[in-house]
């Protein structure tokens, strides 16, 4: 990506932090066959420190939205204990196949690996890690639905592997859901948005990112009428 692209997606930014609203379709991280990477681009991001800023958490490469970034080493440290302790909260957008009965509820399954040689791909086991999901649906439309996901836990393909489960898979997810492996219509699953407890006594701070291009014919569909333009700073 072009300095300019990453900094058209830069949604937030202060002395330890950045959150940007990643891409659709590009790993975070090099992968084994090449390939443009987010990492890659990362230097076009030091507003003038020495290093460059690194990943707190990551999404997947086919998932959209909020990513955030330490800027140095004691930022990157505290990051990870939010993570880790689950003080973040974060909020996605999903449109799944089908849909739950109910307004809202609680997925609570455990996750495990499916096997050694499925790399990071899970399956629903009792004997695995505990995974909960909360959900709410935000709109219904010729047989898909719109959710808003929330992870109470932060197990790998969570969100994906918990719908499929519920029998609602997410559009466009060719590893648990319906698509083919090429030629889909992508997968509809964006990190919407973040809030982030990074400094005592300030209220969290909140970040959305606007869904992707291939998503937006669908969630207008289920009532998503657009973001409205951001606010200019006085």
């Not at 140095?72 to 973040?88: C, M, N, Q, T």
């Not at 969570?158 to 698509?179: F, S």
Request: some cysteine; charged content about 20%; hydrophobic content about 40%.
């Amino acid at each position: 990506m072009t300095e300019e692209d990453l900094l058209a997606r830069l949604i937030y930014r202060d002395g330890l932090m950045l959150i940007l609203n990643k891409p659709f379709g590009i790993p975070v991280h090099r992968g084994p066959k090449g390939g443009e990477f987010l990492e890659g681009a990362f230097h076009h991001l030091r507003f003038g420190l020495p290093r460059n800023p690194a990943l707190a958490h990551r999404l997947d490469k086919d998932t959209s939205g909020c990513l955030v970034l330490g800027r140095h080493h004691k930022a990157l440290e505290k990051l990870g204990v939010l993570f880790k302790a689950g003080s973040i909260d974060k909020t996605y957008w999903a449109v799944v196949e089908g849909g739950p009965a109910e307004a809202q509820g609680l997925i609570d399954l455990a996750l495990v690996r499916r096997d050694a040689t499925r790399g990071w791909w899970m399956k629903v086991d009792p004997l695995g890690a505990p995974s909960q999901t909360r959900w709410t649906v935000l709109g219904r439309a010729d047989g898909l639905t719109w959710l808003a996901l929330e992870p109470l836990t932060g197990r790998t393909h969570q969100l994906r592997v918990h719908c499929q489960a519920m029998g609602w898979p997410i559009l466009g997810d060719p590893i648990y859901g319906t698509a083919p492996r090429d030629g889909g219509p992508g997968l509809h699953l964006h990190a919407r948005a973040i809030a982030v407890p990074l400094y005592k006594n300030k209220d969290p701070i909140q970040a959305e990112a606007p869904p992707p291009e291939h998503m937006l014919a669908h969630l207008a569909a289920l009532g998503f009428a657009g973001d409205p333009p951001p606010r200019e700073q006085a």
